[in-house]
């Protein structure tokens, strides 16, 4: 067994990983604030990349997205799909990799769990057990 294999499990993404999302999270940024992207799906709302996560090899990157009030999801993720080569060369040049990584969009479904738990706490039952103590 190599050394890498056993060093890295049940660990969190190394410092490289995190770096380079980070870095491919703000150029998508970049290229949704400043309308690169031309497709009118994509220009017609307000998208947050909340997280880039790279594949231990920075061969894929999977970009979670909000667009902004949660609207239009479906068609959103469809259209960065559709544009999916354009943004893969943009993010290409801006991060000096070897290669350039694959690149998934996802729902970042962690607001919608946010908003799940702020329900529950203010439910009356959760409300009415609080108050007890």
Same mark, same amino acid.
């Given at each position: 067994?190599?050394?890498?294999?056993?060093?890295?499990?049940?660990?969190?993404?190394?410092?490289?990983?995190?770096?380079?999302?980070?870095?491919?999270?703000?150029?998508?940024? &970049?290229?949704?604030?400043?309308?690169?992207?031309?497709?009118?799906?994509? #220009?017609?709302?307000?998208?947050?990349?909340? !997280?880039?996560?790279?594949?231990?090899?920075?061969?894929? #990157?999977?970009?979670?997205?909000?667009?902004?009030?949660?609207?239009?999801?479906?068609?959103?993720? #469809?259209?960065? !799909?559709?544009?999916?080569?354009?943004?893969?060369?943009?993010? #290409?040049?801006?991060?000096?990799?070897?290669?350039?990584?694959?690149?998934?969009?996802? &729902?970042?479904?962690?607001? !919608?769990?946010?908003?799940?738990?702020?329900?529950?706490?203010?439910?009356?039952?959760?409300?009415?057990?609080?108050?007890?103590?």
């Amino acid at each position: 067994m190599g050394k890498h294999s056993s060093a890295h499990e049940g660990k969190g993404p190394s410092q490289r990983q995190l770096r380079v999302g980070e870095l491919v999270r703000h150029k998508l940024s &970049e290229l949704l604030v400043r309308g690169e992207i031309h497709d009118d799906t994509i #220009a017609s709302h307000v998208i947050t990349v909340t !997280e880039v996560r790279m594949s231990p090899d920075l061969k894929l #990157a999977t970009a979670y997205i909000m667009p902004l009030g949660g609207a239009d999801l479906k068609p959103v993720l #469809a259209a960065l !799909e559709r544009n999916k080569k354009f943004i893969r060369a943009e993010v #290409a040049h801006a991060v000096n990799l070897k290669f350039a990584p694959d690149i998934r969009f996802r &729902e970042d479904d962690t607001f !919608e769990e946010a908003m799940r738990i702020e329900r529950l706490l203010h439910s009356p039952k959760v409300r009415q057990d609080i108050e007890k103590e």
